[in-house]
């Protein structure tokens, strides 16, 4: 019976709200810039070149020119022998080739890879995916990915306004991953954002 009276109430008000020509206002979903780590990685699969017992086992792993683009020597990664369930090995990029060579219509950069440890069930042709990390931040001022719009090559978010009306604010933004964006000026602390898109299924490293 009180869900029933609800109802009636509720829509009772939307009839009120119809008659006087306001539009109800839905809620929008927010979130703040806060205080969080971002680490940025691009990924391929290649094959183990050459493995040994101990360390030393190389991938050579082709990357799209994108991708290759923000990859240098002594970055660390991390490895995962898809033929070997739960085996995982940090590495770090030896070189990258200073040519390109054409897969299927799209230019790629063969990328080594030198694995700090080794394991007795590595062997040479494996198949492995390998995700270098290119940058990493840490007690980095974050907005949601969701919250942030681009244009032009500037950064936007909306905030709330008076009335509930979003304002649109610009920011310099800095790296990006793990769904959130590094606010480097433009946005403070504990500022609410209008998220413009759903935030699921987009996780933050902090």
Do not use: K
């Amino acid at each position: 019976m009180a869900a029933i009276r609800a109802l009636a109430v509720a829509g009772a008000l939307l009839a009120v709200l119809a008659a006087c020509g306001a539009t109800p206002v839905q809620a929008r979903e927010t979130a703040t810039v806060h205080r969080g780590s971002i680490t940025t990685t691009v990924s391929a699969t290649g094959a183990l070149s050459g493995a040994t017992p101990g360390p030393g086992s190389v991938a050579v792993i082709p990357f799209q020119e994108s991708d290759a683009a923000n990859i240098i020597a002594g970055q660390r990664a991390r490895v995962t022998v898809t033929a070997v369930p739960g085996l995982e090995l940090d590495g770090s990029v030896l070189a990258v080739a200073p040519a390109g060579v054409d897969i299927s219509g799209v230019t790629n950069y063969y990328v080594t890879v030198v694995l700090a440890a080794g394991d007795p069930r590595l062997r040479a042709g494996q198949t492995v995916e390998v995700s270098v990390i290119t940058a990493s931040v840490d007690n980095a001022l974050v907005v949601p990915d969701a919250a942030v719009t681009r244009e032009g090559g500037r950064s936007y978010v909306n905030t709330p306004g008076p009335g509930g009306e979003p304002v649109r604010v610009q920011f310099q933004a800095g790296v990006s991953g793990g769904g959130n964006t590094q606010v480097l000026s433009g946005l403070s602390e504990g500022q609410v954002v209008l998220l413009t898109r759903s935030a699921a299924g987009t996780s933050g490293t902090g």
